[in-house]
């Protein structure tokens, strides 16, 4: 369970997130909605420890920790990026397998196996070997998908899964997102859709923009 | 006709070696020392960024022709200490320092075009700092100076002629030399023929390169 405890973050004298606590239950799904502006993707990139909070505490199993120094073996959170951050010069392939090979210390045949099985998975094996410019948005946001699950995290933060894709695909992400609840990770979702966080969520939490 | 050049030929291709000798370190010395010192520009620590900028502005902002000068006639008569270097080495040294100062730039230029979210993709799946830069940033903005690069290059050929100034026998002082003794200009035609093909060596090479780097976009 990650609980999060008056967490205070702000930008240039403007609070960002006041005094914002939380709970994600293992296993759930949360999503984080609200107009743009409020907030949403800093909480994100706080719990990723993208940035740093300026008061407030982060729990995890009845444990403190600091995502921004989280040491880098314990990484416990994936981000699916917005516009996904895939490495260009890589492979699907190396994508997945490069941090598991370079902080897990895998073998690259171990590390090689589990992203086969992820690749599968997710519907992506035939496109091990391509390279991202190749792949639709929707496969590679699932590339985005597989990077971050090799690294076996506890949680997967996703910002705004279906702003970069077809209107189409935002079932498909609906049902992806749902899929993974299986296999027992929890995830975040950040999202200004709302039709598309009742569908998906166990728990939602609104943020408005603080009022001056 | 055939006969003289024949004759000279030997003295231009050991002319040669040595600037092929000249070319080849500075290129192997200065490319890594060019990322090393854009990356340190680009540092948080604010007096190494400072002293870099400096260097990069004195460097770029006088000849290499008074560099070299400075290097192997200057340092050996500075007040406190002396620094005495031979020919070759200082032809080096000065070149190292020039051509690093060239390439920083380049590569700085090539590490701002990667986009902060290359770095925190690095950053989330736990990648460290250098990691980032070595797997990540670094095969990426090879890609991307691959012409600039190109250019200096070619032009470092051409300037390796430049050491001349400090009595190194590289080929255009063969050239020189051969000119000036036999009063015909025949030696210097041949000095510029073999420059192109050094230089048409070094396009095709280049052009090489980037064939290789397009197989992503």
């Known amino acids: 369970m990650l609980k999060l405890e008056n967490i205070t973050k702000s930008f240039n004298g403007t609070t960002i997130l006041n005094n914002l606590s939380l709970e994600v239950k293992d296993n759930a799904i949360l999503s984080i909605v609200g107009p743009s502006g409020a907030g949403k993707t800093t909480l994100l990139r706080s719990i990723a420890g993208l940035d740093r909070v300026d008061s407030g505490k982060f729990i995890l199993d009845d444990k403190p920790f600091d995502p921004a120094e989280a040491s880098d073996t314990e990484r416990i959170i994936g981000v699916v990026f917005q516009d996904f951050n895939l490495f260009p010069h890589l492979t699907v392939m190396e994508n997945v397998t490069l941090a598991p090979t370079m902080v897990l210390k895998q073998s690259k045949q171990q590390a090689t196996d589990n992203a086969k099985k992820l690749l599968e998975q997710l519907e992506l094996s035939s496109h091990a070997d391509q390279y991202p410019f190749e792949l639709s948005g929707g496969q590679k946001q699932r590339v985005a998908i597989a990077r971050a699950l090799a690294m076996q995290p506890k949680i997967l933060c996703y910002d705004e899964p279906t702003s970069a894709l077809d209107p189409s695909l935002r079932d498909a992400v609906a049902d992806l997102i749902l899929g993974l609840k299986k296999t027992g990770i929890t995830q975040i979702v950040v999202t200004h859709d709302p039709d598309f966080a009742k569908k998906i969520s166990d728990q939602l939490l609104e943020v408005k923009p603080i009022n001056k | ?217």
């Open chain 2, 1 to 217: 006709m055939l006969h003289y050049i024949s004759e000279i030929l030997p003295s231009l291709l050991s002319g040669t070696v040595m600037t092929l000798k000249v070319f080849f370190w500075t290129l192997v010395a200065s490319l890594p020392l060019g990322i090393l010192v854009s990356l340190g520009r680009n540092s948080k620590f604010k007096p190494l960024s400072w002293i870099l900028s400096f260097y990069i502005w004195v460097m770029r902002g006088t000849p290499l022709l008074l560099q070299l000068i400075f290097v192997f006639y200057g340092l050996p008569n500075m007040p406190f200490f002396h620094i005495v270097f031979e020919r070759y080495d200082a032809a080096l040294f000065a070149f190292i320092l020039n051509y690093t100062a060239y390439f920083a730039e380049i590569f700085r230029g090539g590490f701002g075009a990667i986009g902060k979210g290359q770095f925190e993709g690095a950053q989330v799946l736990g990648l460290n700092y250098w990691q980032t830069i070595r797997k990540i940033v670094v095969p990426q903005v090879v890609k991307i100076v691959l012409p600039s690069i190109g250019n200096e290059v070619i032009n470092l050929i051409k300037d390796s002629s430049l050491v001349y100034v400090i009595g190194l026998g590289d080929l255009l002082r063969a050239g020189n030399i051969a000119s000036s003794r036999d009063v015909t200009l025949l030696p210097l035609v041949l000095v510029g023929v073999i420059y192109l093909l050094l230089t048409l060596v070094c396009t095709w090479a280049l052009k090489y390169l980037e064939k290789h780097y397009s197989y992503y976009r």
